[in-house]
RNA sequence: GGAAGCGUGGCCGAGUGGUUUAAGGCAGUGCUCUUGAAAAGCACCGAGGGCUGAUACCCCUCCGUGAGUUCGAAUCUCACCGCUUCCGCCA
């Protein structure tokens, strides 16, 4: 959410800000909005200050053993026209919350504008894509060939964009999830969080995926009332620990690392990416979150960034980081780095990682605050990043280690977690 | 799933319809005293919003959440959520 306060002051600069996003701010409807909640909200506080007064007053005389027939006339209009006025301004502010709710994060000025993805940024890139002397398969030719890589068989037991995994594969998938997290709690500060992985709707709206974005979640239908979700991403969970909290200076930074399994519908994206793991209703992701300084929140993506790189380095993948426009962050991000890996089989670099600093948008939205050096609470600025999604690292592990024989050799950094396994092969 | 009880500020805890502007204590912050510390004393000490040039004053809202009764609700009514204890079931 952004800060009301900055649309007061200068509407027109921010829908020219959130112009160059794509996204098209109704200055007129939120000007006559705020009108009318200035003027109602004015009449409610004054009718309730002296229905208080009146009140009080009747109270003083009843205990005095006086006559209040006089004052209960006068405060007996009241009541209608309060009730009235609260109702109207209840909805005006409902009005005025859903409108805000809807409106995405201002970019950085450091962001580049643009339309798409066709205007993003590549600001570095690291390692060279091997080159074969044999034809290259793709994870999925490689993963079957193993018989360790089984997607009719999770069409059978659930559906289309799921699926199983066995042997050696799931071991690696295993020790990947591993791998990620010792590195980052070991060498890069982060606490491991265990984290449900079912959310209700306040959770999502902290982080804004909520309201605008349902289709994309799947919902757990209990009561109509508080149906839960199954989390599109950790960042969802961890971030809002903090929510409607106010954390001591001397706390900061927050950061935290969480392996969960994602879920998203993919809702809009049918026909895109049909084959293999790269698209997929259930993902597992190590997710790393960090709450911070507002003055500190910029360095803090840059380290964020570095972080989940250090683990594409180690597994010697090639990847290049990309600098998002802004027509193609996501709604809450102000900036947002993608980190993307060397696919052979696709001849391309696919997204394996994306982090985001949001600034105040979800603070703001969750109330997570810390107290200042002043002692007033503040809002946090709140960052996230894969520190990698795993299925997908999985995929590069796979096309980028192939052999002519169509075995796999494991990563060097991987194989302390793989209980001696040097190479996959089929049993 | 059944039964009973309980949700008040960072924490403990008083308050069962009106001088409550939520008592008191603990913790915290500042000051006095002191060579220093401790102790003692004094003062300050919740959040959100409105208004405003203002982090000043003033006003509104908040006692788990939401509705309701009333001129007036922490207090009464209803629903929901959460916690505790007992029983049942269970990894």
């Known amino acids: 959410m952004l800060d009301i306060q900055l649309l007061r002051?200068?509407?027109?600069?921010?829908?020219?800000?959130?112009?160059?996003?794509?996204f098209t701010f109704d200055t007129t409807r939120f000007e006559a909005l705020e009108a009318e909640r200035k003027t109602i909200q004015t009449r409610t506080q004054d009718a309730q200050a002296r229905r208080n007064a009146l009140s009080k007053q009747i109270g003083m005389l009843k205990g005095k053993g006086e006559d209040t027939t006089a004052v209960m006339a006068e405060v007996a209009g009241l009541g209608d026209e309060l009730k009235a006025l609260e109702t109207r301004l209840g909805a005006l502010q409902g009005e005025l919350d859903g409108f805000l709710l809807g409106v995405p994060n201002l970019p950085h000025e450091s962001v580049a504008p643009g339309k798409d993805e066709t205007g993003n940024v590549e600001v570095s890139r690291w390692g060279t894509p091997r080159s074969f002397d044999f034809p290259v398969r793709d994870h999925v030719d490689l993963g079957e060939g193993l018989a360790q890589l089984d997607f009719a068989a999770a069409v059978k037991i659930t559906g289309s964009r799921f699926v199983v995994m066995k042997g050696g594969l799931a071991r690696l998938h295993r020790a990947l999830v591993q791998f990620?997290?010792?590195?980052?709690?070991?060498?890069?500060?982060?606490t491991e969080v265990y984290v449900p992985y079912m959310v209700n709707a306040e959770s999502l709206r902290g982080t804004g995926q909520l309201p605008k974005f349902e289709e994309d979640l799947f919902r757990v239908p209990r009561t109509d009332a508080d149906r839960l979700y199954l989390i599109p991403t950790a960042e969802v969970p961890v971030t809002n620990l903090v929510r409607d909290e106010i954390v001591p200076l001397d706390a900061l930074p927050l950061k935290f690392v969480a392996h969960t399994p994602c879920f998203r519908s993919e809702a809009g994206s049918y026909g895109r990416d049909t084959r293999g793991m790269i698209r997929q209703h259930q993902f597992d992701k190590v997710e790393l979150v960090q709450m911070v300084k507002p003055e500190e929140s910029y360095d803090a993506l840059e380290a964020l960034t570095a972080h989940a790189e250090t683990i594409l380095?180690?597994?010697?993948?090639?990847?290049?980081?990309?600098?998002?426009?802004t027509g193609d962050m996501g709604f809450s991000s102000a900036k947002t780095y993608d980190l993307e890996v060397w696919l052979p089989a696709q001849n391309t670099y696919r997204e394996i990682s994306s982090c985001s600093n949001f600034e105040a948008f979800q603070a703001r939205r969750m109330q997570a605050r810390f107290r200042n050096a002043q002692g007033k609470p503040e809002l946090l600025h709140t960052l996230n990043g894969s520190g990698l999604a795993v299925g997908r690292t999985l995929v590069a592990i796979l096309e980028n280690y192939q052999n002519a024989d169509g075995s796999v050799t494991v990563p060097e950094a991987l194989q302390p977690w793989m209980a001696g396994c040097s190479c996959l092969r089929r049993e």
């Open 180 to 190: 990620m997290l010792d590195v980052h709690t070991r060498e890069h500060g982060y």
């Open 9 to 22: 002051r200068d509407a027109a600069q921010v829908a020219e800000r959130l112009g160059a996003r794509g």
């Open 313 to 325: 380095q180690k597994l010697e993948l090639p990847y290049r980081k990309v600098l998002l426009c």
